[in-house]
């Protein structure tokens, strides 16, 4: 084949080429438009889910919230039973630690008052002596 045939055939591709060429780059552009809609709708659907998922979570930390206030909530009246008790138990101990200290103290007041008599009674049985002796 000569180069005159070559050429006069390369034309013929080429007129082929672009006679058919806006066609199917139309058709490029109506497919790239599809995915491009397909995409859209796609995108659409993901962000809704995410969305979804989203609230899911949102549920879901909150429902766990509660359950811990309501954990944390039992806890803290179980403390304060446990302090109520351990202050009662305080306060009878430290009330017959009191009344231990006040019977201590009236049989001390006792044993004192009792010395005291004895001085007055040596005292007056002393001075009853000087008396007679004078």
Request: aromatic fraction near 2%; proline fraction near 1%; avoid cysteine.
């Amino acid at each position: 084949m000569t180069t005159e045939e070559r050429l006069y055939k390369l034309e013929g591709i080429v007129e082929g080429v672009m006679a058919t060429l806006p066609s199917r780059v139309a058709g490029v552009e109506n497919r790239m438009d599809l995915l491009r809609q397909e995409l859209k709708g796609e995108l659409q659907a993901l962000r809704q889910e995410v969305k979804e998922e989203i609230q899911a979570l949102r549920q879901e930390v909150r429902e766990e919230i509660q359950a811990l206030r309501l954990e944390v909530r039992g806890e803290i009246q179980a403390l304060r039973q446990e302090l109520k008790g351990d202050v009662h138990a305080l306060r009878q101990e430290v009330m017959g630690e009191i009344q231990a200290l006040r019977q201590e103290v009236k049989g001390d007041i006792n044993a004192a008052l009792n010395r005291l008599m004895l001085y007055f009674t040596a005292l007056a049985a002393a001075l009853a002596l000087l008396t007679l002796l004078r």
